[in-house]
Every structure is written in structure tokens, then in C-alpha cells.
């Protein structure tokens, strides 16, 4: 199985923010989820991909190549779609297939009219006058209608409708079904990630704390919840992130790990939210006692 994303040790300092370490990786055929706080440094590493910024230790690969070996087939290899509309506010339908068509070498006229029409879009009004979630779907279908191995998305499906955000979440399960295409989706709703991803990488302060399989992510931890009284010096160093409320407590464990706590907590079944938060409370809580 090839990598459509290989990124290796890669390392960006800013004057007050350090990307370190970065390494990452997604198969052909996956969805990688790419969460983290605000500032964490999600769109750092994307306009590194983008070869929008600069970097200067590290490698990224996109589908087997650098973007130094070969710019033109690096970029083409690429599709981005961010949270504001790429498009001339001026222009129609018509003018934006035009373009697609003369910059683009992968465009298929045939799949944006069917992806137009699928999405309602109307033809004779210009972008301008569309709302959010037109410019979004009209962003997804330019997209779609090229073969791009990679497409990126950062924040791509911010204020869409309950309907329209799962008729897109189809559409991108659909668009790496062929096997040969990947997407890195970093989005601060993480249901959408919960739905459809199959990878799931949190960054904090610019350092990756989890990258793995969504599915190995959910059954390898359990929430606990209980009374502050119930936190013993013996269960303690089970509990991850125990986060303190005012009359109970909150806390990740590992799923091995649950039987050795002790009974009378309130054990469920996490979700990926829920996980994020407690690996970084207890990064912090780590930070704080070394
Ligand atoms: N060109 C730059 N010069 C200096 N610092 C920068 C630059 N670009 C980003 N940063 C800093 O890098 C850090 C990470 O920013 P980044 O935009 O990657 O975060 P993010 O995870 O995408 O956050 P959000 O979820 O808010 O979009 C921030 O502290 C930001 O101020």
C-alpha cells in the first residue's frame, strides 16, 4: 500500500511557536483527521504541505514526491479547501468551469456539471450573491472534479446545515472509495471526524500526542467518572486528565486499565472530543508537576 502523505520529522520555528517533530502518515484510500486546540499548529503544517511556508528540517512526500523533485506534479497533486471561498466574487458558474478547465490538467467538465446540479447550484448568479454553504459546495465541487491524490481541508465545512454537512460527508467517503486518494481533514467538530475518518492525529503546542487508527483510538480508552472522594493514591496514577468538577470528577483510563481502579465509578465509552481533552489536560497536568 503506497502513502499519499509521508511527512517526516519536520520542524518550523516562529518567534514565539515551535512545530516539532512532526511526523505523519496516511495510506491510500483514508481519511486523516488532524485536530488540536486553537493555535495548536494545525494550519502551520498545512501550509507547509501547500509549500505555502517554508521549512527548513524535515521531509514531506506527496503521492512518493517531494515537492523539489517535482513542483508542478507536487502541487497538481494537491487540492485545498479552506474556510473561505477561493473564487472571483464577480464571476458565475460559467466563468469559474472555464477556468478550472485551462488550470487544471485533471479537470472532468462532465463530473463539476453533474456535482453543480447534484449541489443545486445556479448557474447565472454570481458567487457573490451565494450563501456560505453554496460556496462551500461550489468549492467541493471544483474540487471533486479533479484527481487530486490529496485534498486538504481546514476548517472546509465551518456553518454548513445538518443536510448539507452529511451529503459532503458522503461525497468525500466517495471520493477516496477508488483506493488511489487521501484526505487530511483537520476540523474543530469533531463529529464530523467521529463519522468519517479513519485515522485520528491530535497536535498540541506543536507536537503530535496521538496519531493512530480511530477505531484502536476508541476502544483503547474508557471514561470514569465518580466523587472526588473516590481518588485514591493507588487509583490515581490510572486516571488521565482527571478533570475536577465541582461535586465529581471526570477522568480518562485505559481500557486494560479498568478493572484496577476499584468499583463504583460511572464507566462509558468516550468520545473522540472527550479523549482530546483529557490527553491534553494531562499533558499539562505532566508539565505542571516535572
Ligand atoms: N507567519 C507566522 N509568523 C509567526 N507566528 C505564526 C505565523 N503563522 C502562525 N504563527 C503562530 O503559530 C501558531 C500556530 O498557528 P496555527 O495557525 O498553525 O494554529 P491552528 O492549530 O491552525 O489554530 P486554529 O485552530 O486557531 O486555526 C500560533 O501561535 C500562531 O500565532
Known sequence: MNNILEIKNLNKSYKKFELKNINLTIPAGYIMGYVGQNGAGKTTTINMINHICKYKEGSIKVDGITYEENPVKYKESIAFVGDESFFYPSAKISVIRKTLKDFYPTFNEDKFNSFIKK????????????????????????????????????????????????????????????????????????????????YITFIDEGRILVSKPKDEMLEDYLLVKGEPGQITGENSKYLIGIDHKAYNFEALIKTEDAEKIGSGFVIEKPEISQIMLHSIKERRQHEKRN
Do not use: C, W
Open 119 to 198: 449541489y443545486n447550484l445556479p448557474e447565472k448568479q454570481k458567487i457573490d450573491y451565494f450563501s456560505r454553504g453554496m460556496k462551500v459546495k461550489l468549492m467541493f465541487a471544483a474540487t471533486f472534479s479533479r484527481d487530486s491524490k490529496l485534498l486538504i481541508l481546514d476548517e472546509a465545512t465551518n456553518g454548513l446545515d445538518p443536510v448539507v454537512r452529511e451529503e459532503l460527508l458522503n461525497d468525500l467517503q466517495e471520493y477516496i472509495e477508488n483506493g488511489s486518494r487521501s484526505i487530511l481533514f483537520s476540523t474543530h467538530v469533531l463529529s464530523d471526524l467521529e463519522e468519517i475518518a479513519d
